[in-house]
């Protein structure tokens, strides 16, 4: 595999580090001290530098983006995924557009991390940029390549589930499960495509689709 000093971090930081520090920020209730410009930021720098380790990483070994799932142009499953995207980012905008906007209080965590102000709602469409395209690479691309000559496919993709399910820390059980059916959905989807161009549409569209809802009325927050 020609492995480098670099793959040996980015493994570390992807399957220790990363999920072992969201683990331990959620148990311990400190990233909800957090403001949600803070929460912007934090995430937007961990995934600036795991995405520069893995630029390095590719410029020194002189890897192909398509080992990544950049295929360019995609292939047939991956146009057939794009297509898929595309629907799906249709269908979540029209529900957007009906669904009363979730605000900022309560206990969802989606909900805390939606933007209350302008300048949050810019920093927050960088947020779900980073996190759309970069977790793809990191989570799906990168770990199905260097998992998968270990473990095999179906073991490359059950340890790539479960810690991008770890990666989101633990809030409760019913959102932990849910996190391991979405990581092992968008796993599963790159498996069977081999591009990431149609799930990185999809994870940045999820949160972005959420500043299209109208605003929650007074009476219906009551």
């Known amino acids: 595999m020609g492995e480098t000093g670099f793959d040996y971090a980015l493994l570390a930081a992807l399957l220790v580090l990363v999920p072992a520090n969201s683990l331990w920020r959620s148990l311990a209730g400190r990233g909800t001290t957090l403001s949600r410009m803070a929460r912007y930021g934090r995430t937007i720098g961990i995934i600036s530098v795991l995405l520069a380790l893995l630029a390095l990483d590719w410029s020194v070994t002189g890897r192909s983006l ?64 980073a996190v759309g395209i970069g977790w793809e690479l990191l989570y799906r691309g990168y770990l199905l390549w260097a998992l998968t000559p270990r473990l095999g496919l179906p073991g490359a993709i059950a340890l790539a589930t479960l810690v991008y399910g770890l990666a989101h820390g633990y809030k409760s059980r019913r959102l932990f499960i849910g996190s391991l059916i979405s990581a092992m959905l ?4 790159y498996a069977l495509t081999g591009s990431l161009w149609w799930l990185m549409l999809v994870h940045s569209a999820l949160p972005l689709v959420g500043l299209l809802a109208p605003p929650r009325s007074a009476e219906a927050a009551a």
């Open 66 to 129: 398509e080992s990544l799932g950049l295929d360019i142009p995609p292939s047939l499953p991956g146009l057939a995924g794009l297509g898929v995207a595309i629907l799906l980012t249709v269908a979540m905008v029209m529900m957007a557009r009906i669904a009363p906007r979730r605000g900022g209080s309560g206990t969802d965590p989606a909900a805390l991390l939606m933007p209350q102000s302008p300048a949050e709602r810019w920093v927050f469409i960088l947020f779900s940029l």
């Open 186 to 189: 968008f796993v599963g989807g």
